[in-house]
C-alpha cells in the first residue's frame, strides 16, 4: 500500500511504457503493491515492435521476486519452461583447459570469526591443492549437473547454497502479464507516436498513440527498451557510456535443440573476443556470443558461435548492438527507468533482470507524490547509480584477471580500471578482505569465487591463524570436503529434479 501524501496530492495513474521483461514485472510488482489504492496503472505496448528477446538467465533473487507477488518456484518453472541454475561455470578466462564455478552461495564455513577462505588460503600455502569449490556445495551441483534444495537448516553444509532459474523469457513477461491483468493493469497495444511535456519544467503530461488516442498519467515508468523512448528520447537524459572498461558492445543470439542432460548451471566459455553463454531450458538451449566489433567482425563471430554450438540451431542468428553504461539518471520528472531504458551491461553475471528486480523494489520503498520530492528522486538516483556501478566493477574483474592470449584480452588486462575496483582490489591483495561498498548486489562469496577461480590470492592472510597446526589443518578440510561430497552423493541429477519440481507445480 501506499502511505504518506496528503490524497489530494497522491499519484493516481501510473503508466509503464513497453512490455518486455522490464515492463511486466513492474506492472505485476506495482499492482501487487498498490493493491486497494486506488492508483490505476496502464501498460503501453507495441506488439509491432516486439522485445528484445533475449535474457534467459537469473540470479537468486528472482526467486524472491515472484515468491513475493505469491508465486512458488515450481509453478514458475512449470509455466517458463525453467531449469534450475547453482551458478555460473567460467570455461578457459583464465587460461584453456581451466575452469571453475562462480556458485551461488558461501564457501566451507567460518571458524572462531575468522573467514573460511583464511583457513583455505593457509592450507594452500602449505601445499594443498583443493580448490576452493570443493568446499561448496552449490559449485558441485553446479559443477556436475546436479541440483537440489537448501535445506533449511542453515548450519548444515546443504543451507549455505542458493539458486536460480533459466526460463524462457517470452514465457516468463507472459506470466508476469497474466497476474497484472488479473490484478487489474489495463494493456494497451498501440506504438506510442508522441510524447508530450508540459510546464516549464517539462513533466511528461501524456502519450500520443499511433491510433491517435492519448493516455495521461501521473508517473511514467520508461520500459522501452534500448530506446529509452521517455528517459533518453522525451526527457533528453544523456547516456554514461562505460565502454572503456567492458569492451564487448554486441551479441549474435541462437536457440538450438537440446544436447544431453541439461547442465545445472549457466556456462560461459571464453573466445577470441569475448564469451559464449549456453543456457539450458527444458527443450531447448539459449546460446551467444558476446563480442567487441572492435577486436572481431560480425562474419568472424556468427560463424564462431555456430562452430561451437553444441546443439542443432533452429533460427538464424540474431544480431544484437549494445553500449555498456547507464543513463546519467534513472529518475527525472515524473519518469522512472527500468530495464534496458535505463542502462545495460553485458549478461556474463545475468544481472539485467535483478537491476529490474531492485530498481522495482526502490520504487516501492520510494513511491512519490505527485510533488516529485526531489530528496526522493536524489535518492533513488544515487542508490541506482551505486548499484550498477559495482555491477560494472564486479564485471570488469573477471576480465582484468584473464590469462588468455591474443590483443582483445591482453587489452582487457592492460586497463585502467575505476577507483573503487582499485580500492576493492587493493585490500584483497593486502589482507585477502572485501571491502563493501553500499547497494552492492554481490557478496564477499562472490567476489571470493572469482578471485579464487583466476587464482588471484592475496599477499596475506589473517594472523589470527598463522600459528595454526596445518596437519589439523589439512584433516579438518579434508572432512569438510568428504561431507559436501558425501551430501552430493545423496542428491537428484537436474533432469530428476526437474522432474520432481513439475510433480509439486
Ligand atoms: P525490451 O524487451 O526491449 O522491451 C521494450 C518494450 O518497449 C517492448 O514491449 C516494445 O514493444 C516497447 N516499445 C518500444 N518502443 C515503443 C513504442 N514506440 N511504442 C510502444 N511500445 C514501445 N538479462 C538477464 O538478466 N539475463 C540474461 O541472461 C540476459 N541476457 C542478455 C543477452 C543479450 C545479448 C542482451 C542484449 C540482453 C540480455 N539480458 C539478460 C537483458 C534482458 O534481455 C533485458 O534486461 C530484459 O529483457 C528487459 O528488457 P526490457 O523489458 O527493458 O526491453
Redesign the pocket.
Same mark, same amino acid.
Given at each position: 500500500m501506499v502511505t504518506g501524501g496528503s490524497a489530494a496530492n497522491a499519484i493516481e495513474r501510473v503508466v509503464i /511504457? %513497453?512490455? $518486455?521483461? +522490464?515492463?511486466?514485472?513492474a506492472a505485476a510488482a506495482l499492482s501487487a503493491h498498490l493493491a486497494g489504492s486506488g492508483v490505476s496503472i496502464t501498460l503501453?505496448?507495441?506488439?509491432?515492435?516486439?522485445? /528484445? %528477446?533475449? $535474457?534467459? +538467465?537469473?540470479?537468486p533473487t528472482i526467486r524472491r521476486f515472484y515468491g513475493q507477488l505469491g508465486m512458488s518456484d515450481a509453478e514458475v518453472m512449470q509455466a517458463c519452461q525453467a531449469t534450475a541454475k547453482f551458478g555460473i561455470r567460467f570455461v578457459d578466462w583464465l587460461r584453456d583447459g581451466h575452469d571453475f564455478v562462480h556458485p551461488f552461495g558461501r564457501f566451507g564455513q567460518d571458524l572462531k570469526g575468522v573467514d573460511f577462505h583464511h583457513y583455505w588460503l593457509r592450507a594452500r600455502a602449505a601445499g594443498d591443492r583443493a580448490p576452493l569449490g570443493d568446499y561448496s556445495l552449490g559449485s558441485l551441483l553446479a559443477g556436475e549437473g546436479h541440483a537440489t534444495l537448501p535445506a533449511p537448516d542453515p548450519g548444515s553444509q546443504l543451507g549455505i547454497f542458493d539458486w536460480a532459474l533459466?526460463f524462457d523469457?517470452a514465457l516468463f513477461?507472459q506470466h508476469m502479464r497474466r497476474f497484472a491483468e488479473r490484478m487489474g493493469v489495463a494493456r494497451v497495444d498501440?506504438?506510442?507516436?508522441h510524447v508530450s511535456l508540459w510546464g516549464e519544467d517539462g513533466f511528461i503530461e501524456g502519450?500520443t498513440?499511433?491510433n491517435g488516442a492519448r493516455i495521461g498519467g501521473d508517473l511514467f515508468v520508461d520500459?522501452?527498451?534500448?530506446?529509452s523512448?521517455l528517459l533518453g528520447e522525451a526527457l533528453g537524459v544523456g547516456y554514461e557510456d562505460w565502454s572503456h572498461w567492458l569492451l564487448c558492445d554486441?551479441?549474435f543470439?541462437v536457440q538450438s535443440e537440446r544436447a544431453g542432460p541439461p547442465p545445472s548451471c549457466?556456462i560461459v566459455t571464453a573466445r577470441r573476443a569475448g564469451w559464449q553463454?549456453r543456457?539450458p531450458l527444458r527443450t531447448r538451449e539459449?546460446n551467444?556470443l558476446?563480442f567487441s566489433s572492435r577486436f572481431q567482425s560480425d562474419d568472424d563471430a556468427r560463424d564462431e558461435l555456430l562452430a561451437q554450438v553444441p546443439g542443432k540451431p533452429v533460427m538464424e542468428p540474431r544480431r544484437?548492438r549494445?553500449t555498456p553504461g547507464r543513463r546519467k539518471v534513472a529518475w527525472t520528472k515524473n519518469c522512472v527507468g527500468?530495464?534496458?531504458?535505463?542502462g545495460?551491461l553485458?549478461?556474463l553475471e545475468?544481472?539485467?533482470?535483478?537491476?529490474?528486480e531492485t530498481g522495482i523494489e526502490r520504487l516501492k520503498q520510494l513511491f512519490p507524490d505527485k510533488d516529485f520530492d526531489p530528496a526522493v528522486i536524489a535518492e533513488y538516483n544515487e542508490q541506482s547509480a551505486e548499484e550498477i556501478e559495482r555491477v560494472r566493477d564486479f564485471l570488469i574483474l573477471h576480465y582484468k584477471l584473464n590469462g588468455r592470449p591474443g590483443a582483445f584480452w591482453q587489452t582487457c588486462r592492460d586497463m585502467e580500471l575505476p577507483d573503487s575496483l582499485n580500492a576493492k582490489r587493493a585490500l584483497w591483495r593486502a589482507r585477502g578482505a572485501f571491502i563493501r561498498y553500499r547497494w552492492e548486489m554481490f557478496s564477499p562469496a562472490s567476489w571470493l569465487a572469482i578471485y579464487a577461480g583466476f587464482e588471484n590470492i592475496p599477499a596475506r592472510i589473517d594472523p589470527a591463524i598463522a600459528g595454526l597446526d596445518t596437519d589439523q589443518l589439512r584433516r579438518s578440510l579434508e572432512a569438510m570436503r568428504r561431507s559436501v561430497r558425501e551430501t552430493l552423493a545423496d542428491t537428484p541429477t537436474h533432469q530428476e529434479f526437474l522432474e520432481i519440481m513439475d510433480g509439486a507445480a
Amino acid at each position: 500500500m501506499v502511505t504518506g501524501g496528503s490524497a489530494a496530492n497522491a499519484i493516481e495513474r501510473v503508466v509503464i /511504457v %513497453g512490455g $518486455g521483461t +522490464a515492463g511486466w514485472m513492474a506492472a505485476a510488482a506495482l499492482s501487487a503493491h498498490l493493491a486497494g489504492s486506488g492508483v490505476s496503472i496502464t501498460l503501453v505496448e507495441s506488439s509491432d515492435i516486439g522485445t /528484445v %528477446g533475449v $535474457g534467459e +538467465a537469473t540470479i537468486p533473487t528472482i526467486r524472491r521476486f515472484y515468491g513475493q507477488l505469491g508465486m512458488s518456484d515450481a509453478e514458475v518453472m512449470q509455466a517458463c519452461q525453467a531449469t534450475a541454475k547453482f551458478g555460473i561455470r567460467f570455461v578457459d578466462w583464465l587460461r584453456d583447459g581451466h575452469d571453475f564455478v562462480h556458485p551461488f552461495g558461501r564457501f566451507g564455513q567460518d571458524l572462531k570469526g575468522v573467514d573460511f577462505h583464511h583457513y583455505w588460503l593457509r592450507a594452500r600455502a602449505a601445499g594443498d591443492r583443493a580448490p576452493l569449490g570443493d568446499y561448496s556445495l552449490g559449485s558441485l551441483l553446479a559443477g556436475e549437473g546436479h541440483a537440489t534444495l537448501p535445506a533449511p537448516d542453515p548450519g548444515s553444509q546443504l543451507g549455505i547454497f542458493d539458486w536460480a532459474l533459466h526460463f524462457d523469457a517470452a514465457l516468463f513477461a507472459q506470466h508476469m502479464r497474466r497476474f497484472a491483468e488479473r490484478m487489474g493493469v489495463a494493456r494497451v497495444d498501440a506504438r506510442i507516436a508522441h510524447v508530450s511535456l508540459w510546464g516549464e519544467d517539462g513533466f511528461i503530461e501524456g502519450l500520443t498513440l499511433d491510433n491517435g488516442a492519448r493516455i495521461g498519467g501521473d508517473l511514467f515508468v520508461d520500459c522501452s527498451g534500448f530506446r529509452s523512448l521517455l528517459l533518453g528520447e522525451a526527457l533528453g537524459v544523456g547516456y554514461e557510456d562505460w565502454s572503456h572498461w567492458l569492451l564487448c558492445d554486441g551479441a549474435f543470439a541462437v536457440q538450438s535443440e537440446r544436447a544431453g542432460p541439461p547442465p545445472s548451471c549457466t556456462i560461459v566459455t571464453a573466445r577470441r573476443a569475448g564469451w559464449q553463454w549456453r543456457i539450458p531450458l527444458r527443450t531447448r538451449e539459449g546460446n551467444g556470443l558476446v563480442f567487441s566489433s572492435r577486436f572481431q567482425s560480425d562474419d568472424d563471430a556468427r560463424d564462431e558461435l555456430l562452430a561451437q554450438v553444441p546443439g542443432k540451431p533452429v533460427m538464424e542468428p540474431r544480431r544484437l548492438r549494445f553500449t555498456p553504461g547507464r543513463r546519467k539518471v534513472a529518475w527525472t520528472k515524473n519518469c522512472v527507468g527500468l530495464g534496458l531504458a535505463s542502462g545495460f551491461l553485458e549478461p556474463l553475471e545475468s544481472t539485467s533482470i535483478a537491476l529490474i528486480e531492485t530498481g522495482i523494489e526502490r520504487l516501492k520503498q520510494l513511491f512519490p507524490d505527485k510533488d516529485f520530492d526531489p530528496a526522493v528522486i536524489a535518492e533513488y538516483n544515487e542508490q541506482s547509480a551505486e548499484e550498477i556501478e559495482r555491477v560494472r566493477d564486479f564485471l570488469i574483474l573477471h576480465y582484468k584477471l584473464n590469462g588468455r592470449p591474443g590483443a582483445f584480452w591482453q587489452t582487457c588486462r592492460d586497463m585502467e580500471l575505476p577507483d573503487s575496483l582499485n580500492a576493492k582490489r587493493a585490500l584483497w591483495r593486502a589482507r585477502g578482505a572485501f571491502i563493501r561498498y553500499r547497494w552492492e548486489m554481490f557478496s564477499p562469496a562472490s567476489w571470493l569465487a572469482i578471485y579464487a577461480g583466476f587464482e588471484n590470492i592475496p599477499a596475506r592472510i589473517d594472523p589470527a591463524i598463522a600459528g595454526l597446526d596445518t596437519d589439523q589443518l589439512r584433516r579438518s578440510l579434508e572432512a569438510m570436503r568428504r561431507s559436501v561430497r558425501e551430501t552430493l552423493a545423496d542428491t537428484p541429477t537436474h533432469q530428476e529434479f526437474l522432474e520432481i519440481m513439475d510433480g509439486a507445480a
